[in-house]
T-cell receptor, first 113, second 111 residues
Framework: EDQVTQSPEALRLQEGESSSLNCSYT??????LFWYRQDPGKGPEFLFT???AGEEKEKERLKATLTKKESFLHITAPKPEDSATYLC??????????????FGSGTQLTVLP | GAGVSQSPSNKVTEKGKDVELRCDPI?????LYWYRQSLGQGLEFLIY????????KSGLPSDRFSAERTGGSVSTLTIQRTQQEDSAVYLC?????????FGPGTRLTVT
């Protein structure tokens, strides 16, 4: 069974204090790993897709990396507007043509001014 | 361009009543997904549509749940005889390739 574990559950940072969020996964064959951002009362907003170990992607203050067992979302010099819940999800080869996502429970990030 | 839209944004219903939730995917996206997000549970896959193919219903929690997609576009998720444990946010996503783009969700409260 595919599993995704995110840590920490919650993280409070001061503005400008860089940190990393972790996503550990167990999947029979990885088709892709996805990062989403979710604000309260809204649907998840797509951030990144990573397909193979060693791959990295960047967007503004965010950088996502992937190994064979985990992914990290690095946040550099965060601002209060980066406060949100960050979700990690995997798409397994075993999901076949459906390609449904298996999500972790998220990391709730709060950036204090 | 327009994103995924869902209606209603909120729905309060009495236990035992039927509800219908609607999803309008991004134009041109052939794949459509329904997920459920419960407090403390994370997002859970429910059902998947791809074009005119038969849907993958493997995530539906019971036979009270059903969904249809008309004309390869708009989808409706129906929950019959609602129970309190059905209270959750129901999210729809559409995809043209690998990435799934989510709508704002429908918050369902069963009293």
């Amino acid at each position: 069974e595919d599993q995704v574990t995110q840590s920490p559950e919650a993280l409070r940072l001061q503005e400008g204090e860089s940190s990393s969020l972790n996503c550990s996964y167990t999947v029979s064959g990885l088709r892709g790993l996805f990062w989403y951002r979710q604000d309260p009362g809204k649907g998840p907003e797509f951030l990144f897709t990573l397909y193979s170990a060693g791959e990295e992607k960047e967007k503004e203050r965010l950088k996502a990396t992937l190994t064979k067992k985990e992914s990290f979302l690095h946040i550099t010099a965060p601002k209060p507007e980066d406060s949100a819940t960050y979700l990690c999800a995997v798409q397994a080869i075993s999901s076949g043509s459906a390609r449904q996502l298996t999500f972790g429970s998220g990391t709730q990030l709060t950036v204090l001014p | 361009g327009a994103g995924v839209s869902q209606s209603p944004s909120n729905k309060v219903t009495e236990k035992g009543k039927d509800v219908e939730l609607r999803c309008d995917p991004i134009s041109g996206h052939t794949a459509l997904y329904w997920y459920r997000q419960s407090l403390g549970q994370g997002l859970e896959f429910l059902i998947y549509f791809q074009g005119n193919s038969a849907p993958d219903k493997s995530g539906l929690p019971s036979d009270r749940f059903s969904a249809e997609r008309t004309g390869g576009s708009v989808s409706t998720l129906t929950i019959q005889r609602t129970q309190q444990e059905d209270s959750a946010v129901y999210l729809c996503a559409s995809s043209g390739a690998y990435e799934q783009y989510f709508g704002p969700g429908t918050r369902l409260t069963v009293t």
